[in-house]
């Protein structure tokens, strides 16, 4: 019994965050930002080696069968590292889709090229997550479908999409089917691109289980996931501030030593503690603990955000004039916390649904798409 | 990772909540709270029920037998499973207090046995009220600097000199104390600490008034008071060392994550039970939503802890994560006793002034005194320091003067 990794887990860490150290420089960063491509494709060659997208997949299906809390272990060295790879949907979202709801043919014509790293899927839920509609409802006639969806995450270079349609059924389409249309939206993330789906009348095949039923179970994965890359962010940054701070003179002192530019240090340094703890609880619920698993990811994920915007300026400002600036390249990790705090849930709505889910809403209030998604 | 409940901790559960059934009514309506809040001799009940969960190993369950314990090795599993039974049935816990949860893990670590042997036993069974002699008026975040003497009088000490903050003086029977025995070493070097009867001749007790119009602590006057050489606890000189266990323990103690827990599920209740102008509360998403974020909150704090014993029994040294909790737990629960008297609107300022949990007038009392646990107990300001300096390695503070 214990509260942590396990050697297998340390050396799972160990040898990703090693992989990620040598391969994810700042350079590279600013070449994919810059260039807008949407992702560095010989860092995912090192990284499928290591299994990255068969984490979730069961060995006959040729992954490693692991669980969601080795994925956010693994999550936080993609944060820490600023690792311009898709991960959230195609590793870890899609998998769990096939597995929950697929076929035995999706799943045997599907995981295998997953988790070989072949096949990139893209998830388009955004509508369904949090009732915004701001898409045009996906709707499905004889598994055609047609509409708009919106803010669709890994799907720059899918091939394939896993798409929900307004009444929460889940779809597995080709990007080339005909049809279908992909624009690629630029974000604050020059490394995380989203991408709006236009459909008119595309073949889709539906996943054969209830996808509805499986909907919130996907969703809050990829809410642990992105907790706790947000978390490894988060930490990368305060390490930045902490070394600067060391480093800087002002006054013939290092800034360190006053205890103005200590304090915020110290304060970043304290939020981040218990979150390690939460987002580790809640990937470990979701695994094991079934009726605490929502309600955990809920709060890990809304409390990992608001931390992660305060480490995310408070890093920013321990660097002084350098930290707004290109040069120190600090602002990828602040934009990839932005990033991951938009999708699947702003805090204050991923709040209100975990006040719906212990019974402290007056339930009319809640829009009633998100009731899916609880 | 693995918090499996194993059929061990299965039947574990079982037993808690056949002992809940079994023994709820001799449960008493004061908590621990109370006692902090307003101090005063503990009740029979209180007593008896405290007695009851050490004979049983549901409060400090790892205090070893000899020494009056349940001896039970460190689990956590158990530990919240404990803690998770007792608040669902709504029972109040194991005491905790200076005496219980400073002093004894204090004595186990540094203490003779005879010392162990005399005091750690009534102590836990709540048989003795402890206080804690630490500040003086000149020496607060800076403690080491204190100046109350104890000079060497064939078997004993002479003590002279006054401490401030006294929380419960006026009502222990016993006082642990950090004194001057040798005025000739340096700052850190000539502390030692003493453990003697509150009723030695010499010794004064002024009530110090607080903010929330008890008189929690005080200030203690020692003038020629004999304490014998053998309370010297953990060697002449050596009291530095010995007071900073404490003080760990007591961060510990004022940060536990039960305490915010306990805080939380009150204003559940409140939630659910209060109306504001006659909609329910829950109609009001702004307070849901402080409630959900101090949830997150209450929720980290205690798989942090749960995180840092788990490290603690693999052998494994805590840094950061220890020094963050005093921090964090004292500004939590101050924020959720704010939410609270929110969450009561103008019902929220009726202040009765008994500290009873069952009164709604107990917030206004916690917000103020968990206030002062942000300044006691090593300041918020301190603890950043703390955790800068020996926990992210910048640079000290310049120690001016004596070193």
Request: hydrophobic fraction near 40%.
């Given at each position: 019994?214990?509260?942590?990794?396990s050697?297998?887990?340390?050396?799972?860490?160990?040898?990703?965050?090693?992989?990620?150290?040598?391969?994810?420089?700042?350079?590279?960063i600013?070449?994919i930002?810059?260039?807008?491509?949407?992702?560095?494709?010989?860092?995912?060659?090192?990284?499928?080696?290591?299994?990255?997208?068969?984490?979730?997949?069961?060995?006959?299906?040729?992954g490693?069968?692991?669980?969601l809390?080795d994925?956010?272990v693994?999550?936080?060295?993609?944060?820490?590292?600023?690792?311009?790879v898709?991960?959230v949907a195609?590793?870890?979202?899609?998998?769990?889709?096939?597995?929950?709801?697929?076929?035995?043919?999706?799943?045997?014509?599907?995981?295998?090229?997953?988790?070989?790293?072949?096949?990139?899927?893209?998830?388009?839920?955004?509508?369904?997550?949090?009732?915004?509609?701001?898409?045009t409802?996906?709707?499905?006639?004889?598994?055609?479908?047609?509409?708009?969806?919106?803010?669709?995450?890994?799907?720059a270079?899918?091939d394939?999409l896993?798409?929900?349609d307004?009444?929460?059924?889940?779809?597995?389409v080709?990007?080339?089917?005909?049809?279908l249309?992909?624009?690629?939206?630029?974000?604050i993330?020059?490394?995380?691109?989203?991408?709006?789906?236009?459909?008119e009348?595309?073949?889709?095949?539906?996943?054969?289980?209830?996808?509805?039923?499986?909907?919130?179970e996907?969703?809050?994965?990829g809410?642990?996931i992105?907790?706790?890359?947000?978390?490894g962010?988060?930490?990368?940054?305060?390490?930045?501030?902490?070394?600067?701070?060391?480093?800087?003179?002002q006054f013939?002192?290092?800034?360190?030593?006053?205890?103005a530019?200590?304090?915020?240090?110290?304060?970043m340094?304290?939020?981040l503690?218990?979150?390690?703890?939460?987002i580790?609880?809640?990937a470990?619920?979701?695994?094991?603990?079934?009726?605490?698993a929502?309600?955990?990811?809920?709060?890990?994920?809304?409390?990992?955000?608001?931390?992660?915007?305060f480490?995310?300026?408070?890093?920013?400002?321990?660097?002084?004039?350098?930290?707004?600036?290109?040069?120190?390249?600090?602002?990828?990790?602040?934009?990839?916390?932005?990033?991951?705090?938009?999708q699947l849930?702003?805090?204050?709505?991923?709040?209100?649904l975990?006040?719906?889910?212990?019974?402290?809403?007056?339930?009319?209030?809640?829009?009633?798409q998100?009731?899916?998604?609880? | 990772?693995?918090?499996?409940?194993?059929s061990?901790?299965k039947q574990?559960?079982?037993?808690?909540?056949?002992f809940?059934?079994?023994?709820?009514?001799?449960a008493p309506?004061?908590?621990?709270?109370?006692?902090?809040?307003?101090?005063?001799?503990?009740?029979?009940?209180?007593?008896?029920?405290?007695?009851?969960?050490?004979?049983?190993?549901?409060?400090?369950?790892?205090?070893?037998?000899?020494?009056?314990?349940?001896?039970?090795?460190?689990d956590?599993?158990k530990?919240?499973?404990?803690?998770?039974?007792?608040?669902?049935?709504?029972?109040?816990q194991?005491?905790?207090?200076?005496?219980?949860?400073?002093?004894v893990?204090?004595?186990?670590?540094h203490?003779?046995?005879?010392?162990?042997?005399?005091?750690?036993?009534p102590?836990?069974?709540?048989e003795?009220?402890w206080?804690?002699g630490?500040?003086?008026?000149n020496?607060?975040s800076?403690?080491?600097?204190?100046?109350?003497?104890?000079?060497e009088?064939?078997?004993?000490?002479?003590?002279?000199?006054?401490k401030?903050?006294t929380?419960?003086a006026?009502?222990?029977?016993?006082?642990?104390?950090?004194?001057?025995?040798?005025?000739?070493?340096g700052?850190?070097?000539?502390?030692?600490?003493?453990?003697?009867?509150m009723?030695?001749?010499g010794?004064?007790?002024?009530p110090?008034?607080?903010?929330?119009?008890?008189?929690?602590?005080?200030?203690?006057f020692?003038?020629?008071?004999?304490?014998?050489?053998?309370?010297?606890?953990?060697?002449?000189?050596?009291g530095?060392?010995?007071?900073?266990?404490?003080?760990?323990h007591?961060r510990?103690?004022?940060?536990?994550?039960?305490?915010?827990?306990?805080?939380?599920?009150?204003?559940e209740?409140?939630?659910?039970?209060?109306?504001?102008?006659?909609?329910?509360?829950?109609e009001?998403?702004?307070?849901?939503?402080?409630?959900?974020?101090?949830?997150a909150?209450?929720?980290?704090?205690?798989?942090?802890?749960?995180?840092l014993?788990?490290?603690?029994?693999?052998?494994?040294?805590?840094g950061?994560?220890?020094?963050?909790?005093?921090?964090?737990?004292?500004e939590?629960?101050?924020?959720?006793?704010?939410?609270?008297?929110?969450?009561?609107?103008e019902?929220?300022?009726?202040?009765?002034?008994?500290?009873?949990?069952?009164?709604?007038?107990?917030?206004?009392?916690?917000?103020?005194?968990d206030?002062?646990?942000?300044i006691?107990?090593?300041?918020?300001?301190i603890?950043?320091?703390?955790?800068?300096e020996?926990?992210?390695?910048?640079?000290?503070?310049?120690?001016?003067g004596?070193?």
């Amino acid at each position: 019994m214990e509260f942590g990794l396990s050697q297998e887990q340390l050396l799972i860490q160990d040898s990703f965050r090693g992989t990620l150290e040598r391969l994810v420089t700042l350079d590279s960063i600013r070449t994919i930002s810059n260039d807008s491509q949407a992702m560095d494709n010989d860092l995912w060659k090192h990284l499928v080696e290591l299994g990255l997208p068969g984490l979730l997949v069961e060995e006959e299906d040729g992954g490693t069968g692991l669980s969601l809390f080795d994925a956010a272990v693994v999550a936080i060295e993609l944060g820490r590292s600023m690792a311009p790879v898709p991960f959230v949907a195609t590793a870890v979202m899609a998998p769990l889709a096939l597995k929950l709801a697929g076929s035995t043919a999706q799943r045997k014509a599907w995981l295998p090229e997953i988790a070989s790293g072949k096949t990139i899927v893209g998830m388009a839920l955004a509508d369904s997550v949090t009732g915004a509609g701001r898409g045009t409802a996906v709707t499905a006639a004889n598994n055609r479908l047609k509409g708009r969806a919106p803010f669709t995450l890994d799907a720059a270079e899918a091939d394939v999409l896993i798409m929900s349609d307004a009444e929460n059924n889940l779809y597995l389409v080709r990007a080339d089917a005909s049809g279908l249309e992909r624009v690629q939206t630029p974000t604050i993330d020059g490394t995380r691109p989203l991408c709006e789906i236009m459909l008119e009348d595309v073949a889709a095949e539906p996943l054969e289980g209830n996808g509805k039923d499986h909907l919130a179970e996907i969703i809050n994965a990829g809410r642990i996931i992105l907790a706790a890359e947000s978390f490894g962010a988060s930490e990368e940054m305060l390490r930045r501030a902490v070394d600067y701070a060391k480093e800087r003179r002002q006054f013939d002192r290092v800034i360190g030593s006053f205890q103005a530019v200590k304090h915020l240090c110290a304060e970043m340094a304290a939020e981040l503690q218990p979150c390690q703890s939460l987002i580790w609880y809640a990937a470990y619920a979701f695994d094991r603990l079934p009726e605490e698993a929502q309600l955990s990811g809920l709060l890990a994920k809304s409390h990992m955000d608001e931390i992660g915007r305060f480490v995310a300026r408070t890093a920013t400002e321990v660097h002084g004039g350098m930290g707004y600036t290109d040069l120190m390249g600090l602002h990828f990790w602040f934009k990839r916390i932005g990033f991951n705090r938009a999708q699947l849930g702003t805090p204050e709505k991923l709040r209100a649904l975990a006040a719906d889910l212990q019974g402290l809403t007056n339930t009319s209030a809640i829009p009633r798409q998100t009731a899916a998604a609880r | 990772m693995d918090l499996t409940d194993q059929s061990e901790h299965k039947q574990f559960r079982e037993e808690v909540r056949k002992f809940i059934a079994e023994y709820r009514h001799l449960a008493p309506g004061d908590t621990a709270h109370s006692y902090r809040l307003m101090p005063r001799p503990y009740s029979d009940d209180v007593r008896n029920w405290q007695k009851l969960l050490v004979e049983k190993g549901y409060a400090t369950r790892t205090v070893p037998t000899e020494y009056g314990g349940f001896g039970a090795k460190p689990d956590i599993l158990k530990s919240k499973i404990i803690v998770d039974e007792f608040f669902r049935a709504n029972v109040p816990q194991g005491l905790y207090s200076q005496g219980i949860s400073m002093l004894v893990p204090t004595l186990l670590e540094h203490g003779t046995e005879q010392q162990k042997k005399d005091w750690v036993g009534p102590t836990i069974r709540a048989e003795v009220f402890w206080c804690q002699g630490y500040s003086e008026p000149n020496s607060g975040s800076d403690l080491a600097s204190l100046q109350t003497s104890a000079i060497e009088d064939g078997d004993d000490f002479i003590v002279n000199g006054s401490k401030i903050w006294t929380s419960s003086a006026h009502v222990a029977q016993m006082i642990f104390c950090l004194v001057r025995t040798e005025p000739d070493a340096g700052k850190y070097d000539g502390i030692s600490y003493l453990i003697f009867p509150m009723d030695t001749p010499g010794i004064e007790i002024q009530p110090l008034q607080t903010m929330t119009g008890h008189p929690s602590f005080n200030e203690v006057f020692f003038t020629d008071v004999r304490v014998p050489k053998s309370a010297v606890v953990g060697g002449r000189g050596k009291g530095w060392k010995v007071a900073n266990s404490t003080l760990a323990h007591e961060r510990g103690m004022l940060s536990s994550a039960n305490m915010s827990l306990e805080r939380l599920q009150k204003i559940e209740k409140l939630i659910k039970s209060e109306e504001i102008s006659s909609h329910p509360t829950v109609e009001t998403a702004a307070l849901m939503d402080r409630y959900i974020r101090l949830q997150a909150r209450v929720q980290g704090m205690r798989f942090h802890e749960m995180r840092l014993i788990s490290d603690a029994a693999a052998g494994k040294p805590s840094g950061l994560g220890d020094m963050v909790c005093k921090l964090l737990g004292c500004e939590l629960n101050h924020q959720l006793d704010a939410l609270a008297i929110d969450i009561l609107e103008e019902t929220g300022v009726l202040y009765d002034g008994i500290p009873s949990m069952e009164l709604d007038g107990i917030w206004q009392q916690l917000h103020m005194y968990d206030l002062g646990l942000i300044i006691g107990g090593g300041t918020a300001q301190i603890q950043k320091n703390i955790i800068a300096e020996r926990g992210l390695s910048l640079p000290r503070e310049p120690r001016l003067g004596q070193g």
